[in-house]
């Protein structure tokens, strides 16, 4: 889809073979140069206009919106409506989009191929997902429902839209509001054709076009036929995507195993995830702006126990001064429901911003830092918890992928914990994930991280790795 031009979107029918796409889509204007002078005026005139205009079409949505919720209970939202609410909202919104979408210049959108039904195909999945005009991907489907966010809810006017769509909502915050999210989807999708369809962007955030990146599960766990929608942008210069940074399918552009969580960027090394670009690396630079050495600082903190501090008492341990300063280098940190982060984290991030620190010392600090006392058995283990809270400050991973990790190396003794010797094995010596701590942390001290069956270190610090089997 393009602004001024056709747009393009494809839906696949689930079960139909492999086929040849058909030849894009071209539009060819030869212009004289004084013609291209008055289109550019005539563009420069219009613009202002249609924005206005879309902005008046986009709150006429919101009375459509209102009224088709209005007066109806939690309980009677939980299933599809019927009569008049259905008949009239439903159309009028349909109508006031599509409106939108032209005055914005999206003349015409061109759909190829054949839309399944809600019975053959209950979820519809779109990719790319690369700009905020990709729900106009909701109108030749009919208006699906959507999973969105739930902070969307507050948002003027959206708000008012995702609840007159009966969205799904999913809150980033909330660990247990990804399995209602799951329970939701399987409902609607296997009850035979009584709700409409689920339209997913299983990458979950914007890209750049440039590849697509790891789908999340979301969309293929109730075990329903997908139906998998193609969009694209047929203009050759790319006013559409606001996400310019980033990395054989059918939109003839290469996949990426780099994947979101939340707003970071991961990629998958071996049974880890590990963040795409450090970001204890962005702390350095804060702190090193402020001219303060991370050798010289007399953490303090105390092994196995944790010490909550506010900003305040973080900005007096570090002996920093400026606001800004303090609250960039504090916001790195973890914090609880009170804004306080653990003194430990703080510890060991310094530490491995030292470059005086070996990577032995930087791995027995971190279990002494985070191993807990035990009743019975060795005296110390790094359990699951310290062991993600580690792998989450200095590689970025998160802590579910952490956790599972950690469940997997547990495994082959006798303990629901790690000792020193066997987190040192893990860190320092393991051939795949022991690269990380010496490449990831330190690129400029591996001499040998080329050779074979190493994983060589790009300049930014990320790690690439050949995928393993099984994973």
Not at 223 to 230: H, R, S
Not at 398 to 407: D, I, N, Y
């Amino acid at each position: 889809m393009s602004q001024g031009s056709p747009g393009d979107c494809v839906p696949l029918e689930p079960t139909s073979g492999p086929s040849t796409p058909p030849n894009p889509f071209v539009h060819e204007l030869h212009l004289s140069r004084l013609q291209r002078i008055k289109f550019c005026l005539l563009g420069a005139l219009l613009a202002p206009i249609r924005v206005l205009l879309a902005f008046i079409v986009l709150f006429l949505l919101w009375p459509f919106a209102w009224l088709q919720v209005a007066g109806l209970s939690e309980e009677q939202l939980q299933e599809p409506l019927t009569g008049w609410r259905k008949t009239v909202c439903h159309n009028g919104v349909l109508g006031l989009s599509r409106l939108l979408f032209f005055l914005l210049g999206f003349l015409r959108i061109r759909v190829r191929g054949q839309r399944a039904s809600r019975l053959q195909a209950p979820v519809l999945v779109a990719a790319p997902h690369s700009t905020f005009f990709d729900p106009i991907v909701l109108l030749p489907c009919d208006l699906p429902k959507v999973v969105s966010r739930a902070e969307n809810l507050s948002v003027p006017v959206i708000g008012a839209l995702l609840r007159f769509n009966q969205a799904i909502l999913v809150s980033r915050h909330d660990p247990a509001s990804r399995r209602r999210v799951v329970e939701e989807v399987r409902r609607r999708a296997t009850s035979g054709g009584k709700w409409p369809q689920v339209l997913f962007f299983p990458e979950g955030t914007c890209s750049n076009k440039k590849a697509l990146l790891k789908f999340k599960p979301g969309a293929f766990i109730a075990g329903v036929p997908v139906q998998p929608i193609l969009i694209r942008y047929p203009n050759s210069l790319d006013t559409t995507s606001w996400a310019w940074r980033g990395p054989g399918v059918a939109l003839g552009i290469p996949a990426t195993e780099c994947e979101f969580v939340g707003s970071l960027p991961v990629i998958v090394v071996g049974r880890l995830k590990v963040a795409f670009e450090p970001q204890l690396w962005e702390l350095g630079k804060v702190l090193r702006k402020a001219g303060l050495s991370p050798g010289y600082v007399d953490t303090g903190a105390e092994p196995g126990r944790s010490r909550m501090i506010n900003q305040d008492e973080f900005a007096r341990q570090l002996q920093l001064s400026d606001p800004q300063t303090v609250a960039g280098a504090f916001s790195y940190f973890q914090k609880d429901a009170n804004g306080l982060v653990d003194f430990r984290d703080v510890a060991l991030a310094l530490a491995a911003l030292d470059r005086g620190t070996g990577l032995e010392e930087l791995t027995r600090l971190a279990f002494e830092l985070f191993a807990e006392e035990q009743a019975e058995g060795p005296s110390r283990l790094l359990c699951s918890d310290g062991f993600s809270t580690i792998l989450h400050l200095l590689l970025g991973s998160p802590r579910p992928a952490a956790e599972t990790l950690h469940a997997e190396l547990c495994q082959a003794g006798p303990h629901q914990g790690l000792s020193l010797c066997q987190f040192q094995d893990f860190s320092l010596r393991d051939p795949l994930h022991g690269k990380l701590f010496s490449t990831y942390l330190r690129p400029s001290q591996t001499p040998n991280a080329s050779s074979p069956g190493s994983c060589p270190a790009l300049a930014n610090g990320t790690v690439h790795s050949p995928k393993q089997k099984g994973d």
